[in-house]
């Protein structure tokens, strides 16, 4: 049974930090590219970064790129996101997703097979 569980959201000052992590289970890790994507209130679920099996290839969303960055340790089944300089604009649940053409990293939500609960990030001005 393939689980991924999202962990380290939380509610956080504008301009703060926070790190996503995503834990694998039931699954070979390296056989997939990973994904954040986040739906924020009233809006539809969105791309944030993905990642390729290795690690070599990323893609990021335009409004996160620069603040955002997505890795990955296969050997510890965990991918995560390091935000920085948060905005209001980020908040939102995360979710991780996992798509098993590992070298895409593509944007778009039905690419990924597999999907955890989410976890909130909340921004405070």
């Known amino acids: 049974q393939v689980q991924l569980v999202e962990s380290g959201g939380g509610l956080v000052q504008t301009g703060g930090s926070l790190r996503l992590a995503c834990a694998a289970s039931?699954?070979?890790?390296?056989?997939?590219?990973m994904a954040w994507f986040r739906e924020g209130p009233g809006k539809a679920r969105e791309f944030v970064a993905a990642?390729?099996?290795?690690?070599?290839?990323?893609n990021y969303a335009d409004s996160v790129k620069g603040r955002f960055t997505i890795s990955r340790d296969n050997a510890k089944n965990t991918v995560w996101l390091q935000m920085d300089s948060l905005k209001s604009e980020d908040t939102a649940v995360y979710y991780c997703?996992?798509?098993?053409?590992?070298?895409?990293?593509?944007?778009?939500?039905?690419?990924?097979?597999?999907w955890g609960q989410g976890t909130q990030v909340t921004v405070s001005s």
């Open positions: 997703a996992a798509d098993p053409a590992r070298l895409r990293v593509g944007p778009t939500p039905n690419l990924y097979d597999y």
């Open positions: 039931g699954l070979t890790l390296s056989d997939y590219a």
């Open positions: 990642i390729s099996w290795s690690g070599t290839t990323t």
